[in-house]
C-alpha cells in the first residue's frame, strides 16, 4: 500500500500545474451538466428547473422580470450550489493521496463561485446582472451557427425551443457528444434525395426511428416505402428530376434537414456523355440544391435548425477505382468546403468507404450498419462524418480537410455574416418573433 502510495504521489507530482486547474473547470462543467439532464428525468429536480423553462420567449426576451428573479433562486442557485459541492472532490482525491499542488484543485471551486454570486445577482434584481452573466440567453438575431465546441446563443436556444430533452451542456458541449444530445433529430422535417436507393431507404428507416418526420426526394417512378418491423410504411415521396432542382423550392421551404445523397457511378466508362452525366448528377445537381436550400434560411429559428448533409464520398481521398466517380464526387466536395465558409446553416459532410448498394454492388458495409453511423456521428454533431472500414481516411480527410479550408479562407473573400445572402428587405425583417412560424406553415 505504501509502494502504491509512493507511485501514486509521484505520478501526481509530475502532473502540470495548468493539467489540474483545467481538469478541476472541466470536472464541474461536467457536473452542472449532469445536474442539468438530472433535472429533465427526475421529477423532483424538474420541478425546481421547470422555472428556468417558464422565463423565455422564442426570442430569448424575458416574459417577466419576475420569473426571471424566481428562476435564478430555483434552478440557477441549486445548480451552483451542487456544483460548488462537487467542486471539492479533486482537492479531497488529491489531499488523501498526497497528491502535490493540491491548492490548484481549488480553481474549480472559484469558478464556480462566479456562477454562484451571478446567480444570486440576478435573482436579487441588481441591474446589468443579467447582461454581464447570462450571456446565453440574450435576445436578439443570430449572426453565428449553433457552436461545437462552446456552447453559445444558438446553440442553447435549441434546449429551450426545439427539444428540451437535448442540448443539455451549459459551456462546453462535451455531455451532448457523449450522450448523442448535441442534435435532436426528433420531430424535424428530413428530406433525403437518393431516397430509392439502398442507403437512402436505410436513412429513412433510422430518421424515421428517431422520430423524425422523413420525406424522400426520388427519381424513381414508384413512391418510396421503408420496412418497419416487417411492414412497408409509406413515405411522403417527392418525385424530381436532375436538372429541375428549383422545382423543389417550395417543398424545401418546409424542410429542415436536406441530405443530399443521390449519385451515380458510370464505373469505367470515360466517354464525354460519362463526363458529363457523372458532373451533372454527382456535382452541380448538389450544389444547386445546396444554394436553393440556402435561400430558405431566412429566420433565427431556421439558422438554428436548417442543415444540409452531404454525401461526398471516401472519393475525396482515396481511389475509389471509378476516375469519372472520383472527380466529380471530389469536385463537390470542394465546393462544399469553400461554400460552409459562409454558409447560414450547419453543412456536414458525410464521408463514406464502400458499401453495398446498386452503384457499388460489391461493397463492404452494409447501407443498414452505414446509416447508423452516420446518424450516431451526427447526433454528436460531427461536421465530417466518416464511416469507413480504412483507417487512412481517418488521417487523410482531416488533414485534407484542413488544408483545403485554410487555403480558401486565405484566398477568398469571406462573407459579412450568415444573412449576407439575404435581400435587404429581407434582413430587415429577420427577428425571431416576427418570422418565427410564416414558413412552416
Known amino acids: 500500500m505504501v509502494v502504491l502510495e509512493s507511485a501514486i504521489t509521484a505520478i501526481g507530482a509530475s502532473i502540470p500545474v495548468g493539467i489540474i486547474v483545467l481538469s478541476s473547470l472541466l470536472w464541474v462543467e461536467i457536473v452542472r451538466d449532469c445536474y442539468h439532464t ?83 445577482a440576478r435573482g436579487t434584481g441588481i441591474a446589468y446582472a443579467d447582461e454581464l452573466t447570462d450571456v446565453t440567453h440574450r435576445p436578439g438575431d443570430f449572426y453565428s451557427l449553433p457552436s461545437r465546441w462552446f456552447v453559445n446563443r444558438p446553440y442553447h436556444w435549441r434546449h429551450h425551443f426545439d427539444n428540451q ?3 443539455y451542456s451549459g459551456t462546453f458541449t462535451l455531455v451532448d457528444k457523449l450522450m448523442g444530445t448535441a442534435l435532436s433529430l426528433k420531430n424535424k422535417r428530413i428530406a433525403v434525395t437518393g431516397a430509392s436507393g439502398s442507403l437512402g431507404r436505410s436513412l429513412l428507416k433510422h430518421l424515421h426511428t428517431k422520430g423524425a418526420k422523413v420525406i424522400a426526394l426520388t427519381s424513381g417512378e414508384q413512391n418510396v416505402t421503408i420496412n418497419i418491423n416487417g411492414s412497408q410504411l409509406p413515405v411522403k415521396t417527392i418525385k424530381w428530376q436532375v ?44 450544389w ?20 444540409v448533409w452531404v454525401n461526398t464520398s471516401e472519393a475525396e481521398v482515396n481511389p475509389a477505382f471509378s476516375p469519372l466517380y472520383e472527380l466529380s464526387k471530389r469536385a463537390l466536395g470542394e465546393i462544399v468546403t469553400l461554400r460552409r465558409l459562409d454558409a447560414p446553416c450547419v453543412v456536414r459532410k458525410i464521408i463514406l468507404g464502400p458499401f453495398k448498394s446498386n452503384l457499388n454492388p460489391i461493397g463492404v458495409m452494409s447501407p443498414d450498419w452505414v446509416a447508423k453511423q452516420i446518424l450516431n456521428l451526427a447526433q454528436r454533431d460531427f461536421r465530417n462524418i466518416i464511416v469507413t472500414i480504412n483507417p ?36 430587415s425583417t429577420v427577428k425571431t418573433n416576427s418570422v418565427d412560424h410564416k414558413l412552416r406553415k
Open 243 to 286: 436538372g429541375s432542382e428549383s422545382e423543389l423550392a417550395s417543398q424545401l421551404e418546409q424542410v429542415d434537414i436536406l441530405i443530399l445523397n443521390h449519385g451515380i457511378n458510370v464505373h469505367g466508362n470515360r466517354t464525354a456523355e460519362a463526363i458529363a452525366k457523372s458532373y451533372e448528377v454527382n456535382t452541380f445537381s448538389s
Open 392 to 427: 487512412l481516411t481517418f488521417i487523410a480527410f482531416p488533414l485534407k480537410e484542413f488544408l483545403v479550408t485554410t487555403y480558401f479562407k486565405l484566398f477568398s473573400n469571406k462573407a459579412k455574416d450568415v444573412l449576407a445572402h439575404l435581400p435587404n428587405d429581407d434582413q
Open 38 to 120: 438530472l433535472s429533465h428525468h427526475w421529477s423532483f429536480l424538474y420541478r425546481l428547473h421547470v422555472w428556468h423553462h417558464r422565463v423565455f420567449r422564442r426570442d430569448l426576451s424575458v416574459i417577466t422580470d419576475s420569473i426571471y428573479r424566481q428562476a435564478q433562486w430555483y434552478n440557477d442557485v441549486p445548480e451552483s450550489l451542487v456544483m460548488l459541492l462537487f467542486s471539492l472532490l479533486p482537492w479531497g482525491v488529491m489531499k488523501i493521496w498526497g497528491i502535490p499542488h493540491q491548492w490548484a484543485a481549488w480553481a474549480g471551486s472559484l469558478y464556480t463561485l462566479t456562477f454562484l454570486l451571478g446567480a444570486i
Open 288 to 307: 444547386r440544391l445546396l444554394e436553393l436550400f440556402f435561400q430558405t434560411v431566412r429566420s433565427n429559428e431556421d439558422i438554428v435548425r436548417k442543415e
Open 165 to 167: 430533452n437535448a442540448y
